[in-house]
């Protein structure tokens, strides 16, 4: 992202990944984001199922489509290349 120093390792944590407001809209605002370039580093989903990094994304890819946003699968898999997943219950220290 500009003006920053290139050696500035970004992550974005998001917890509840697999729930129902990612989505209805978190997905979805990544996307945008991707989209319009504005997005600078890897997104590491966090949440209890236990699933997959491919399900995660087949499961985002699908909250998309459902929006009815435009689809631009070269956007997408932008998006998807960014996705990380760490299975784990929130509540336990050991998750940190």
Do not use: N, Q
């Not at 917890?15 to 989209?35: C, N, P, Q």
């Not at 996705?83 to 929130?90: K, M, P, Q, T």
């Amino acid at each position: 992202m500009g003006g920053r120093d290139e050696a500035t390792s970004e992550l974005l944590v998001i917890f509840g990944i697999t729930g129902d407001l990612a989505r209805k809209m978190t997905f979805r605002a990544l996307y945008r984001l991707e989209r319009r370039k504005l997005l600078g580093g890897a997104i590491l989903g966090v949440a209890s199922d236990d699933i997959t990094v491919e399900e995660l994304i087949k499961r985002a890819g699908e909250a998309i489509r459902d929006t009815g946003e435009p689809f631009d699968e070269a956007v997408f898999g932008r998006l998807g290349k960014r996705l990380s997943y760490l299975h784990g219950d929130v509540t336990e220290a050991a998750l940190y």
